[in-house]
């Protein structure tokens, strides 16, 4: 018994290869570890490399490439920032007519200036035109702000206006307004809208997740009063017009008069399907407050805030219409 436990141990120990001289296989694959370390930026310990240190220093090796890219994108970003000017809000400075009258097309392109009223340098706090006629004409109303009176979202809430969101693009502003203006010699002011681009289609999205269209517009306005608060009624036509089909191919003047061919009984007169039958685009009103808040007589420039408020879109009749307030500010130069 204990001649086989020897015999067993002496089988089990390790045999050395050649007299203790390193074979050629042993020799090849040293040299194939030393040039791996080095071509990994490591420094082989003892000329010797174990699987578990090659792999700890390739896991280090790859998060430190991780971290250079993400500071190498940090940095690319952030120069495009600065080199388009844009500021920390995203939105860019305002200026004044004849700043914007200098830029180029594509020096404005995408800054979002084209889309803002300009600004007065210098001037005066107040109205500072003196009694007679005169013709404002380069009118621009920027809205700032958008809300709705709905019902709150939480249950049994009285409706009251509510912030939006703006689903649209920035094209709400309205511009290259003009019409005959007057100061009497009382003090009070009359603005008459004739000409320019006095609508705009907007898009909000109430916090519930409805969205609520509507024509920004100030069309056939006669505002009147003091500098300091003055206003008056204006039109609202139809968001859609008559030729518009809806998703069943009803229209105000074409496509179908009810949803489906020839309804037995009479069903599509019936009442509640009578407002998505017929379909109307009448018109309504708004109204509009307007102060001035300085003036430059030298130059004909005059800016100051707004408050509209109006109707939504009615879907040619088959909805309700919502109260829309709009604020913002407003431009406009005046000519003798």
Do not use: H
Request: with cysteine.
């Amino acid at each position: 018994m204990a001649a086989s436990l020897q015999a067993a141990a002496t089988l089990m120990q390790p045999t050395k290869v050649g007299g203790g001289v390193p074979s050629r296989t042993s020799l090849l694959l040293r040299s194939s570890s030393q040039s791996v370390s080095k071509a990994f930026g490591l420094e082989p310990v003892g000329a010797r490399l174990t699987c578990s240190s090659l792999q700890t220093d390739l896991k280090d090796l790859a998060q430190k490439c991780a971290d250079a890219t993400k500071i190498a994108g940090f940095a690319l970003a952030t120069s495009a920032l600065v080199v388009s000017g844009a500021s920390a809000e995203g939105i860019p400075k305002r200026l004044t007519y004849d700043e914007i009258q200098s830029k180029t097309y594509m020096e404005v392109k995408g800054t979002g200036t084209a889309n803002q009223c300009p600004s007065i340098d210098g001037g005066v706090d107040s109205f500072a035109f003196k009694p007679g006629k005169y013709y404002a004409k380069k009118l621009c109303l920027e809205p700032t702000s958008f809300t709705v009176k709905a019902e709150g979202v939480n249950k049994n809430a009285p409706p009251e206006f509510q912030n939006t969101k703006l689903m649209t693009r920035l094209t709400y502003t309205l511009d290259e307004i003009e019409g005959p203006f007057e100061v009497s010699t009382d003090g009070t002011i009359k603005f008459e809208e004739k000409d320019g681009i006095d609508y705009a289609a907007v898009t909000v999205q109430l916090p519930g997740g409805e969205r609520v269209p509507f024509l920004f517009t100030i069309k056939q306005l006669v505002a009147s009063g003091k500098p300091e608060s003055f206003g008056g009624d204006f039109l609202v036509p139809s968001y859609r017009g008559s030729s518009f089909l809806d998703p069943k191919g009803r229209g105000g003047s074409t496509g179908y008069d009810n949803a489906v061919a020839l309804p037995a009984g009479g069903r599509g007169d019936e009442e509640e399907l009578a407002k998505e039958n017929n379909k109307s685009t009448a018109s309504s009103s708004g109204k509009i407050t307007l102060s001035v808040t300085k003036s430059k007589p030298e130059t004909g420039e005059v800016i100051g805030v707004f408050e509209s408020l109006q109707p939504s879109d009615t879907d040619l009749g088959a909805k309700t219409p919502k109260d829309v307030k709009i604020t913002g500010i407003w431009y406009a130069q005046l000519d003798s």
